[in-house]
């Protein structure tokens, strides 16, 4: 059967709405206007209508003339495909079979390799998918530019190997580098809530991560609402080293089985950041800060702080010294870190009396200049 009596048979079968569709494809195939065509496919494609189609038209339609459509949009086209079909290994061959199609263009390469990955992963095969990220991530670096949608799949596949292996630093990386690269308001819901749920914990249990500014300025964070909404609480209350709060949320974070297993972490971590936030409001009182002031801040007992300030020296959170004689910590850096309105607030208060201590040390400059020159 011709590709055009296929879209004949087919075009009854299809919904009213999409019919236009095929009539369309009819008529630009018949004059051979291939970037019309893959332009049309690719939109018809995002019809949620039109997901049951998709294989028999790749089969027995875009088959026909694949050679002659732009390769990166075949590969999108085909990954679209590659959702309908049965299970990951069938999916896997498939974009494979694609792959080795468009071997003639870089980008459509490296996102039919990585698509196929992905599906490995989806079959529990780690060190498949490490090693094609490797892969594709050196071809990425040789490249004078990226199109977005080509990063986006490489941080989306990244993001899900990272998952798998529960590496909370990476997979908080890597997913916000994702972000950038898409439209959110164009995400399904649920995946923005996924994304959103997954993005808290990883930034939650991160044995690296101490600044959560960057994701809590994020419209992501939108999505943490009704259920998942105590999520959202805890992050800003972490990010400021709130312990009340994080207290508040205890029973919660004991009914989440993971979070339950990092009992002992979180807490350390919620001091470490209460710590950094201690630091941080004491700008214009200088940064030698006693043991009792510290305890009282974090809620750590006095004995345990050397130990603590040791932890967030390790970690490179800040920078300074121990002085145990006198039981005093000099800490002399902050790790940067993304504001929030409040903590803009105190900035601005630490710049206002600055301002007001050079103004009176100019004024006493001025007056003590004037009886020298009087004398």
């Known amino acids: 059967m011709s590709a055009v009596a296929f879209l004949n048979t087919l075009r009854p079968q299809v919904p009213p709405q999409l019919q236009p569709k095929i009539d369309s494809f009819i008529t630009l195939y018949d004059k051979k206007l291939w970037h019309q065509l893959t332009v049309e496919l690719e939109d018809f494609v995002h019809h949620k209508e039109s997901a049951r189609f998709l294989q028999p038209i790749y089969s027995n339609f875009i088959a026909d003339f694949e050679k002659e459509i732009n390769q990166l949009s075949l590969v999108k086209i085909a990954h679209a495909v590659s959702k309908q079909l049965k299970d990951a290994n069938q999916a896997f061959e498939f974009m494979t079979s694609v792959a080795n199609k468009v071997v ?57 190997f990272e998952k798998i292996k529960a590496n909370y630093t990476g997979y908080y990386k890597n997913a916000l580098l994702y972000l950038a690269c898409v439209d959110v308001d164009k995400m399904e819901l649920n995946e923005k809530v996924q994304r959103a749920v997954d993005l808290g914990l990883a930034a939650l249990l991160s044995d690296k991560i101490y600044n959560f500014g960057e994701l809590l300025l994020h419209p992501i964070l939108e999505a943490l609402s009704g259920p998942n909404e ?5 992050l800003f209350a972490f990010n400021c080293g709130d312990l009340q709060k994080f207290e508040q949320q205890s ?19 919620i001091s470490l950041m209460a710590l950094i936030e201690c630091a941080f409001k004491r700008q214009g009182q200088g940064r030698s ?9 974090t809620k750590i007992p006095e004995n345990e702080i050397e130990f603590l300030v040791m932890k967030a020296l390790s970690l490179n959170i800040i ?19 993304v504001l929030n309105r409040e903590q803009i607030g105190s900035v601005k208060n630490s710049i206002s009396q600055w301002r007001e201590r050079i103004s009176e040390i100019v004024a006493l400059a001025e007056t003590e200049t004037k009886e020298i020159l009087v004398q």
Request: hydrophobic fraction near 45%; include cysteine; glycine fraction near 2%.
């Open 289 to 297: 800060i006693p043991f009792a002031v510290i305890s009282q801040e």
């Open 104 to 160: 003639d263009c870089q980008e459509a390469l490296v996102v039919a390799r990585l698509e196929a990955a992905n599906y490995k992963l989806l079959q529990g095969d780690v060190e498949f998918t490490e090693t094609v990220i490797e892969e594709c991530n050196k071809i990425i670096d040789k490249m004078m530019f990226v199109e977005p949608f080509l990063q986006a799949t490489f941080y989306r596949v990244v993001t899900d």
């Open 230 to 234: 105590w999520i959202r609480h805890a």
């Open 319 to 337: 920078k300074g010294s121990i002085d145990q004689v006198n039981q005093v910590v000099n800490i002399n850096w902050v790790q940067p870190r």
């Open 251 to 269: 029973s919660v974070f004991a009914n989440h089985t993971l979070l339950n297993q990092q009992a002992g972490f979180l807490k350390q971590k």
